[in-house]
């Protein structure tokens, strides 16, 4: 499903308050909320109205657990920290116990021993059904999402949770949930503006299925619900 805004703030706006809607079903239910979060630009307008007086307040943030789509293997003070920009917009600013924070990096260990114990994170605090309540996921120009680039061996991935390897196009290392773990979500939410995005978004959507290309392709949930929200740039209403 795709919703079209004409402005930012409109997404912004609209992925707050699913954000809001998806915690307060959760914590009825089952007396917890699961997220995932993203980094990049995209989700920062929505990171920060989520730490907002006027939204912080309808989220009982004692249980709540966060965790990331992906990262790169960077120090967590680093700029480049997809958890840096979380925690500067939104974590630090709303009260959520330290202990609920799952952030994709730790010192002294490697990228790869790492993706084992944060996958085994998920399972503790998860379960054995892996299924989050929430995924916000961004989409980039090639068509990638969290760590899932275009060509690169985690696309293959099929029983691994997360998974770390070296990005060999940007000479670093990386770490990712991967497709089938996603793919088990009660709601996954895309956010994606500006005319850059246009080109993939198409072929995501409409294209045809070649996954190794447009890695957006293999998110599709098993019994959850994808949407995308984009603005009309990107969905090439502005031409």
Do not use: C
């Given at each position: 499903?795709?919703?079209?805004?004409?402005?930012?703030?409109?997404?912004?706006?609209?992925?707050a308050d699913l954000f809001v809607a998806a915690a307060k079903k959760a914590i009825l239910e089952k007396g917890s909320f699961t997220a995932v979060l993203t980094?990049?630009?995209?989700?920062?307008?929505?990171?920060?109205?989520?730490?907002s007086p006027e939204y912080k307040t309808k989220i009982d943030w004692n249980k709540v657990y966060i965790f990331w789509g992906d990262e790169r293997w960077v120090?967590?003070?680093?700029?480049?920290?997809?958890?840096?920009?979380?925690?500067?917009?939104?974590?630090?600013?709303?009260?959520?116990?330290?202990?609920?924070?799952?952030?994709?990096?730790?010192?002294?260990?490697?990228?790869?021993?790492?993706?084992?114990?944060?996958?085994?994170?998920?399972?503790?605090?998860?379960?054995?059904?892996?299924?989050?309540?929430?995924?916000?996921?961004?989409?980039?120009?090639?068509?990638?999402?969290?760590?899932?680039?275009?060509?690169?061996?985690?696309?293959?991935?099929?029983?691994?949770?997360?998974?770390?390897?070296?990005?060999?196009?940007?000479?670093?290392?990386?770490?990712?949930?991967?497709?089938?773990?996603?793919?088990?979500?009660?709601?996954?939410?895309?956010?994606?503006?500006?005319?850059?995005?246009?080109?993939?978004?198409?072929?995501?959507?409409?294209?045809?299925?070649?996954?190794?290309?447009?890695?957006?392709?293999?998110?599709?949930?098993?019994?959850?619900?994808?949407?995308?929200?984009?603005?009309?740039?990107?969905?090439?209403?502005?031409?």
């Amino acid at each position: 499903m795709i919703q079209v805004y004409n402005t930012i703030a409109g997404i912004n706006s609209k992925a707050a308050d699913l954000f809001v809607a998806a915690a307060k079903k959760a914590i009825l239910e089952k007396g917890s909320f699961t997220a995932v979060l993203t980094g990049g630009s995209s989700p920062a307008g929505m990171y920060k109205l989520l730490a907002s007086p006027e939204y912080k307040t309808k989220i009982d943030w004692n249980k709540v657990y966060i965790f990331w789509g992906d990262e790169r293997w960077v120090p967590l003070e680093n700029d480049l920290s997809n958890a840096k920009m979380s925690f500067d917009t939104l974590l630090s600013h709303v009260p959520i116990p330290e202990n609920n924070v799952f952030p994709m990096y730790k010192d002294g260990v490697s990228p790869e021993d790492y993706a084992v114990e944060y996958e085994q994170s998920i399972r503790t605090v998860l379960g054995a059904d892996g299924k989050f309540d929430l995924i916000l996921l961004g989409l980039g120009d090639d068509g990638h999402t969290a760590s899932l680039f275009p060509g690169e061996a985690v696309l293959q991935e099929q029983t691994k949770w997360v998974a770390a390897y070296r990005l060999e196009s940007q000479n670093m290392h990386r770490i990712t949930l991967t497709a089938p773990l996603i793919n088990k979500a009660e709601k996954i939410i895309v956010v994606a503006f500006g005319q850059k995005k246009t080109h993939a978004l198409k072929e995501v959507l409409y294209g045809d299925y070649n996954p190794n290309t447009y890695p957006m392709q293999l998110i599709k949930p098993v019994s959850g619900e994808l949407l995308f929200l984009v603005d009309n740039s990107a969905a090439g209403l502005n031409a």
